[in-house]
């Protein structure tokens, strides 16, 4: 999947599990406890999405 943020193209596996309505971000993990990477992943699925 080919991401395209400010004129920069990422090509990274990054994909969002689920996205509801446009508005909803789903991530599925299964860990035993959330990290830092955890919670930035999230934010950067955010901050890509608007």
Same mark, same amino acid.
């Given at each position: 999947?080919?991401? @395209?943020?400010?004129?920069?193209?990422?090509?990274?596996?990054?994909?969002?599990?689920? $996205?509801?309505?446009? =508005?909803v971000?789903?991530? @599925?993990?299964?860990?035993?406890?959330?990290?830092?990477?955890?919670?930035?992943?999230? $934010?950067?699925?955010? =901050?890509?999405?608007?």
């Amino acid at each position: 999947m080919l991401i @395209i943020y400010k004129d920069i193209k990422l090509d990274h596996g990054y994909r969002i599990d689920l $996205l509801v309505n446009n =508005k909803v971000v789903i991530e @599925i993990k299964t860990v035993e406890a959330f990290t830092d990477v955890h919670v930035a992943q999230v $934010l950067t699925y955010l =901050k890509l999405g608007n």
